[in-house]
């Protein structure tokens, strides 16, 4: 176990040396430049910009001297679009607010997702399957900018029970935190229902039903272990979805996470910044793909003895 | 005093797309204390739906038990309230199944599968009742049993397997046995070992079996009594030595001369022709008359009931019943 992990985050290296490769190249490729939108910016001071910014010297240059500060420091360098603000400065701020709606919606999406998808599992094929499904159906196809200011509408403007946007209040919480793990939980609860609905039918929950054992034990006991195994490999990647933030439902609520530098950073030609949300995110994805495979394992006996 | 288990016109079906067919239909016997009874036939006969029906197993729907009563110490097996039922499953009934590579949680230790029947019926606490299961292992002739019982369904062979579930299965000191087809997925040399230790714990323990098999073979040296399921009735009932040697139904006749033991070297393997009927349909008569080679006009016409034309022998063969056609 300790070997398979070790592995694991040593194989992390050479990808995100290709993720980082592959983006600082990309974005040094597109047109434009992170000054080329200001206004009036003379000759002189671009140039003078560019050599506060290591902009001028040969790329491959470039890539080397952020890698070093990068591995050696963990400095993911200047941002050259917020002027006096570091990479690490602004994920730093910013991420934990992503974290903490994350984390909230996560609870939403497992809340709904496992309580509607093991429901639904228990009696196929009648009203106790049907509705929670065709509920998970809805939430799948519903983006996050429908949904996000439909639940506005209706308890912000509507029932005035929550603020429309913000992140100021505890109540503020829990409009975008619905938004955001409504379609998580749809998912899971279409997941759960499946890897229980096949456990269900094994030979083995016969066995249990021939013990005595009721169907709260056979769901808890017999069932969860292998029903789940679909939904912890579906958790991996949307954890680390979750827990960046999205940009939709940050600009949707005015929520100041990490989300919105996904995309403003690119349009900014932000270089470092782009570099530093892409590594984040990468190692964030790699790091919990490999705790799904640890407790994986910790599931499924069979896998233990591979 | 009534026996261990009184089952009255048994009725299941069930309820398909393609219609419904009627797996078990109008079943009766008794099993007493301590009794062993067999139940033969071929694929699809309905001998393990009939078991299943006494256990409330069969999956609801489609399947549907449409009458009948399973009468076990003053409860109706097939009306009680679940809550009943499950105090009685796994308690006073247990099972064992005939793959036992599939009917082991393959995600729970052994330990923990084997002594759940312990821990939901009777007031013991955790060590106690994992010592128990060891001392079961040890029964049912698992080596190292204290090592093992800590391992998982998949490091243990089919045999070894077979008999985590007898041990399971008896932990609890069951009245009654239920035995589905317990040796057919397994190695022959297996098999006999698997047979010898069903009869040593029953010896032990006292209690009713009721082995379900497609194989006379093992049922022969086996079963006190035997019922032959045919399209879902039972077509002859008797003890092992009435039916092999005072056969009474055409049936249970063809699948003896069916047996390879009983045929010369060299010469081809008798079988019975046709096929057997689909229970789909509604069937008028003796469901084994198109087959059978005493058959005659009043066999598919006349309604066929089980009865007795010996002491403890019953068959369903009108012309039997009707004329003591020899066979």
């Known amino acids: 176990m300790f070997r398979f992990i070790a592995r694991r985050l040593l194989e992390m290296i050479p990808v995100l040396f290709i993720i980082s490769a592959a983006t600082f190249f990309m974005v040094h490729a597109a047109p434009g430049g992170p000054f080329s939108r200001e206004k009036k910016v003379s000759p002189e001071i671009l140039k003078q910009l560019n050599a506060f910014y290591g902009l001028d010297k040969p790329l491959l240059q470039q890539y080397g001297n952020y890698i070093w500060k990068a591995v ?81 509408g209706l308890f912000a403007l509507g029932l005035h029970w929550y603020n429309a946007l913000g992140w100021d209040f505890a109540s503020d919480r829990v409009l975008p935190a619905l938004t955001l793990g409504i379609f998580y939980a749809a998912y899971i609860a279409r997941l759960t229902r499946g890897g229980m609905l096949e456990i269900l039918n094994q030979d083995f929950i016969r066995t249990a039903r021939a013990k005595g054992a009721s169907p709260w034990r056979i769901v808890t006991k017999h069932a969860l272990k292998g029903g789940l195994l679909p939904v912890v490999s579906f958790l991996g990647p949307a954890v680390a979805g979750l827990l960046t933030g999205s940009f939709v439902v940050e600009t949707i609520f005015q929520v100041p996470g990490l989300g919105k530098f996904f995309v403003t950073s690119a349009f900014n030609r932000d270089y470092t910044m782009v570099m530093g949300t892409v590594i984040f995110y990468a190692t964030l994805i790699i790091s919990l793909n490999l705790v799904v495979d640890v407790v994986q394992v910790w599931l499924n006996p069979k896998l233990r003895f591979e | 005093m009534p026996p261990l288990l009184q089952v009255e016109n048994l009725h299941t079906s069930f309820h398909t797309r393609h219609g419904i067919v009627r797996a078990v239909h109008d079943v009766s016997f008794d099993l007493e204390k301590g009794e062993t009874l067999g139940i033969v036939g071929e694929s699809g006969s309905g001998k393990s739906v009939t078991c299943y029906s006494i256990m409330r197993l069969i999956p609801q729907p489609p399947g549907r038990i449409e009458k009948g009563r399973a009468m076990f110490g003053g409860v109706d097996l097939l009306s009680c309230s679940e809550e009943q039922l499950r105090k009685i499953r796994g308690k006073r009934i247990s099972m064992i199944f005939q793959d036992p590579m599939t009917s082991l949680n393959p995600y729970l230790k052994v330990e923990d599968q084997l002594i759940e029947p312990l821990l939901i019926h009777e007031e013991i606490s955790h060590a106690a009742a994992v010592k128990r299961g060891i001392e079961m292992l040890d029964a049912v002739g698992v080596p ?43 190695d022959v040399t297996v098999q006999a070992q698997i047979l010898d230790l069903i009869k040593k714990m029953q010896k032990e323990l006292g209690m009713a079996v009721i082995l379900i098999s497609h194989d006379l073979g093992v049922v022969s040296g086996f079963c006190d009594r035997v019922n032959v399921m045919y399209a879902g009735r039972v077509v002859e009932s008797g003890t092992m030595h009435d039916l092999f040697q005072r056969t009474k139904h055409p049936y249970t006749r063809a699948l003896h001369k069916s047996r390879p033991v009983f045929q010369p070297k060299g010469t081809e393997l008798y079988t019975i022709p046709g096929m057997p009927p689909d229970v789909s349909k509604q069937i008028v008569g003796c469901p084994f008359a198109p087959r059978c080679e005493f058959a005659v006009d009043y066999c598919t016409r006349e309604p066929v009931l089980l009865k007795e034309v010996e002491p403890k022998h019953t068959t369903a063969c009108l012309r039997v019943q009707k004329e003591g056609l020899k066979l």
């Open chain 1, 72 to 152: 050696r420091h963990g400095d993911l360098g200047p941002s050259t679009k917020y002027a006096n603000w570091s990479v690490n400065e602004l994920i730093g701020a910013s991420f934990p607010v992503s974290l903490e709606l994350g984390c909230w919606a996560l609870l939403v999406a497992l809340i709904l997702g496992l309580g509607a998808g093991i429901v639904a599992s228990l009696r196929p094929n009648t009203a106790s399957d049907y509705i929670p499904m065709s509920l998970a159906m809805a939430g799948i196809c519903l983006p996050t900018f429908v949904l996000g200011p439909l639940l506005i």
């Open chain 2, 144 to 186: 190292a049993s204290a090592e093992r019982i800590k391992q998982y369904p998949h490091q243990f062979s089919g045999g070894m397997r077979q008999r985590v579930m007898i041990a399971m299965a008896l932990i609890t000191k069951p009245d009654l046995l239920i035995a589905d087809e317990p040796t057919t997925a397994l």
